[in-house]
């Protein structure tokens, strides 16, 4: 089993930044790579970001490259999600997930752990 703990959520103001943290414990070890999803209300759960564990792979959703950088810390077993010049669209719950198995994806059906999820709200 693995727990997620998400961090760093809130309220901004439209151009401005935020980091979210996911924190991982228990079969970690076991794990390939960590993802970020968000959900608006409303809409579907749709793909963000994922990094692998060991190389660092990267794989972003095209609605965010160039403003989000995933990275991770090994050491504390955690993943960052920087994100940069936010959007009001970019207003969703934010949740990190674990994927056991290569190679990175996009759908969330294929990852294994879910975090419960921290609120971004962008303004206006």
């Known amino acids: 089993q693995v727990q997620l703990v998400e961090s760093g959520g809130g309220l901004v103001q439209a151009g401005g930044s935020l980091r979210l943290s996911c924190a991982a414990s228990?079969?970690?070890?076991?794990?390939?790579?960590m993802g970020w999803f968000r959900q608006a209300p409303g809409k579907e759960r749709e793909f963000v970001a994922a990094?692998?564990?060991?190389?660092?792979?990267?794989k972003y959703a095209d609605s965010v490259k160039g403003r989000f950088t995933i990275s991770r810390d090994n050491a504390k077993n955690t993943v960052y999600l920087h994100m940069n010049t936010l959007k009001p669209e970019d207003t969703a719950v934010y949740y990190c997930?674990?994927?056991?198995?290569?190679?990175?994806?996009?759908?969330?059906?294929?990852?294994?752990?879910w975090g419960q999820g921290t609120q971004v709200t962008v303004s206006s």
């Open positions: 228990g079969r970690t070890f076991s794990s390939y790579g």
């Open positions: 997930a674990v994927k056991e198995t290569r190679p990175l994806s996009s759908w969330s059906s294929e990852y294994d752990y």
């Open positions: 990094i692998s564990w060991t190389y660092g792979i990267t």
